[in-house]
């Protein structure tokens, strides 16, 4: 039986509003929604749920607003037994936000306000570095201040770990050392493009990018790239990954699912190749049901795909 370690998550928690439409609004109109839920979310707080409702044993670094939106969010965690020690709840302050358009093909637009997010600094990761110790991943995204995720990569590598960002939202213009160390950075189709600087049109395109971005100083890039599967470079080889074929109802919480899969079966001791494949198919549950966290499979889900 493998002996799986800590996953920590250090991210952003958002208490997400979800917004069905029939087509996303064009500048300057006015259009009726189908309908409106409050839901758990935020990018980081997606991963760390996943992680463990797929039967990780996972710890998160974040803050809420002393609110009830961040009582919700914590319960919600705590369902899936996600350690929330490092959680912390700021006075004076709200929990974050994220108004999400969905329309009929299920695709998605996303407005986030930081709120309590943007109070997750250094020292917030100082008062809470047993929980760096004790894990041998370390998952980020860029919710959070960037000066935040680099001083906890700068410190995961130096202690060993293995770190993974997912670059999103993306920045224009990031700089290369954000990646330099990681094990694993993972953009989608439109990050790629933004992180890279360049119009992306195509498979060729894509691949280029990616071999342009490993240049960077990181062991695996691994690029979703929606319908069209994923592409990974490990510094030698470029490998294309088809898509699992579903119905699509909700592309909120499928990059987060997919990153979540991955982590979970590389920390099982599964090949990249393996966890990039175990990351598609939790996703592959996941756009097939509404909502971000309400969307992400159990363990026993992905036994039928």
Not at 182 to 194: G, H, V
């Amino acid at each position: 039986m493998i002996q799986m370690s800590k996953i920590l998550v250090v991210g952003s928690l958002n208490l997400d509003y979800v917004i069905e439409v029939e087509n996303m609004p064009k500048a300057g109109e006015t259009i009726f929604g189908k309908s409106l839920k409050k839901v758990p979310g935020g990018k980081g707080a997606n991963q760390a749920y996943a992680i463990g409702k797929l039967g990780g044993d996972v710890a998160m670094i974040g803050a809420v607003g002393d609110d009830d939106a961040g009582q919700i969010l914590l319960n919600n965690l705590k369902s899936v037994n996600v350690d929330t020690r490092g959680i912390e709840s700021i006075k004076e302050n709200v929990t974050g936000q994220a108004y999400i358009y969905v329309d009929a093909n299920g695709q998605n637009c996303i407005t986030v306000i930081s709120g309590a997010n943007a109070v997750v600094d250094r020292d917030m990761i100082d008062r809470n570095m047993e929980l760096i110790d004790d894990s041998e991943y370390i998952v980020m995204q860029l919710e959070v201040p960037v000066d935040t995720v680099k001083y906890v990569k700068n410190i995961a590598v130096s202690k060993g770990k293995k770190v993974i960002i997912d670059p999103a939202p993306a920045i224009k213009n990031p700089d290369v050392n954000l990646w330099k160390g990681c094990y694993i950075i993972k953009p989608n189709e439109l990050e790629l493009a933004t992180l890279t600087g360049k119009e992306l049109n195509n498979i060729k395109e894509y691949k280029e990018a990616v071999t342009e971005l490993h240049k960077t100083g990181v062991d695996y890039v691994i690029s979703t790239l929606g319908g069209d599967g994923a592409i990974m470079h490990d510094g030698k080889n470029l490998k294309s990954f088809d898509c699992k074929k579903t119905k699509v109802v909700d592309t909120t919480a499928a990059g987060d699912t997919f990153t979540a899969g991955l982590v979970i079966a590389l920390n099982e001791g599964k090949s990249i190749e393996e966890a990039i494949d175990f990351g598609q198919s939790a996703a592959a549950i996941a756009v097939s049901k509404k909502g971000a966290q309400t969307s992400i499979p159990s363990r026993d889900e992905l036994k039928n795909i």
